[in-house]
Each structure stands twice: as structure tokens, then as C-alpha cells.
């Protein structure tokens, strides 16, 4: 399986982003995806997962209520759907995809930069 992340940018405080994470593969769809982020000086820590038939979804305590982790099967893409950022939500994202849990990774996407301006 093979992961590209995309849609990071620059916004303000307050404003919305959608990452996007393409897979390509023919057995994707059957794997959980989390999505991870690091910030500079930090570990990598998860922040929302969904499982492969995107009935289960996961959160890490922070961004509940603001994020939203949807996918779509027929584009092999899982979305993260960010609302309400904070300048501590700073971070580089990554997806990654798993058989068995979407709060650990087997194969990784490149991470894309999210930067919040106060």
C-alpha cells in the first residue's frame, strides 16, 4: 500500500483545512487509517483514525468536535476535515494505514505541513 497525504497550508486561526490521503493499491481498502501528526520538537502522536469499513471512527481528546475523519472507497482516499484551527493544531500530518488498528501504522504517506497563525 502506498499513501499520499495532501492539503496542508497556511491558514488562520479559526479556519478549516481538508488533508486528503490517496491510496493506491488493491487491497487499500481493507486497511484502518489514522491519521498522525508531529510537531517540531515532539513525538508523532495520533489524531483521529477510521477503520476500513468506516463504520468505527477515533479521536484523540483535543481536536474532537473540530475534526472529522470520513472515507471514500470508490477514490481510495481518507479525508480529515479540520475545523476551528488552533495554533497549537501547528504540526506536520501524516496518514498511515494498518490490517489490524488505526492507532498504529505498517505503511506511511510523506506528511503534510499545517501551519496555524494567531
Known amino acids: 500500500v502506498q499513501l499520499q497525504a495532501s492539503g496542508g497550508g497556511l491558514v488562520q486561526a479559526g479556519g478549516s483545512l481538508r488533508l486528503s490521503c490517496a491510496a493506491s493499491?488493491?487491497?487499500?481498502?481493507?486497511?484502518?487509517v489514522g491519521w498522525f501528526r508531529q510537531a517540531p520538537g515532539k513525538e508523532r502522536t495520533f489524531v483521529a483514525g477510521?477503520?476500513?469499513?468506516?463504520?468505527?471512527?477515533a479521536y484523540t481528546g483535543s481536536v474532537g468536535g473540530r475534526f472529522t475523519i470520513s472515507r471514500d472507497h470508490a477514490k481510495n482516499t481518507v479525508y480529515l476535515q479540520m475545523n476551528t484551527l488552533k495554533p497549537e493544531d501547528t504540526a506536520t500530518y501524516y496518514c498511515a494505514a494498518d490490517r489490524s488498528t488505526f492507532y498504529r501504522g505498517s505503511y506511511w504517506g510523506q506528511g503534510t505541513q499545517v501551519t496555524v497563525s494567531s
Open positions: 477510521i477503520s476500513s469499513d468506516g463504520q468505527s471512527t
Open positions: 493499491g488493491r487491497t487499500s481498502s481493507t486497511y484502518h
